[in-house]
Every structure is written in structure tokens, then in C-alpha cells.
């Protein structure tokens, strides 16, 4: 068993930045990837970014280079440092663990309003 604790998430003026934590505990493979999803109201949940053993980081095209992943002090730690906030980042953004299946945190929200 897996699970997942998401932290930072907050309001946030546009423009502004943030940045998202989470840990991963439990039984967990070197192979595991970790990603970064969100989800706004009247959309589906759509990945932001992720991370693999290697270090290895890939980011939708939509964050324009604002947004990086990288892992804490320990690899079951990441975090997503948010900056330039635009008002169509406000989601609830949620930590994915994707090892045989997906592990998900209970999501933290992120609102960009002025």
C-alpha cells in the first residue's frame, strides 16, 4: 500500500508563485514514477508533470516553462515549484504515484485570482 500526501497549495495573486510538496510512503518500487496532475471544475484531470527514477522530467506544454519538478531531500519526496501563476492554474492539483497501478493524494488546492 501506497499513500500520498500533498502540501503548499494555497491563494495566490497572478503572477505569484507556489510551490507544491508531496511524499510518498509505504511500499514503494525504484521504478515508480511520480507525477503532478490537476483538475479544474467541468474538465477532466489532465497531467502537469512527472518524474522518473532517473530524474528524468517532462512537463506539458501548457506550463510554458513556469513550472518545475524535482525531487526533495529524499526521492519519495517532490515538488513542484509553481511561478508566474496565471488565473487558468487554479485547480485542485493532485500527487500520482504510477506503480503497477496509480496511487493519488487526496489533492490540495491552488486558486490564482486577483
Known amino acids: 500500500q501506497v499513500t500520498l500526501v500533498e502540501s503548499g497549495g494555497g491563494l495566490v495573486r497572478p503572477g505569484g508563485s507556489l510551490t507544491l510538496s508531496c511524499e510518498a510512503s509505504?511500499?514503494?518500487?525504484?521504478?515508480?514514477?511520480m507525477r503532478w496532475y490537476r483538475q479544474s471544475p467541468g474538465k477532466e484531470r489532465e497531467l502537469v508533470c512527472s518524474i522518473n527514477n532517473d530524474g528524468f522530467t517532462f512537463c506539458q506544454p501548457f506550463v510554458k516553462g513556469r513550472f518545475k519538478l524535482s525531487r526533495g531531500i529524499t526521492k519519495n519526496v517532490v515538488n513542484l515549484q509553481m511561478d508566474s501563476l496565471e488565473p487558468d492554474d487554479t485547480a485542485v492539483y493532485y500527487c500520482?504515484?504510477?506503480?503497477?497501478?496509480?496511487?493519488w493524494g487526496p489533492g490540495t488546492q491552488v486558486t490564482v485570482t486577483s
Open positions: 500520482n504515484l504510477l506503480q503497477a497501478r496509480d496511487y
Open positions: 509505504g511500499h514503494i518500487f525504484s521504478f515508480a514514477i
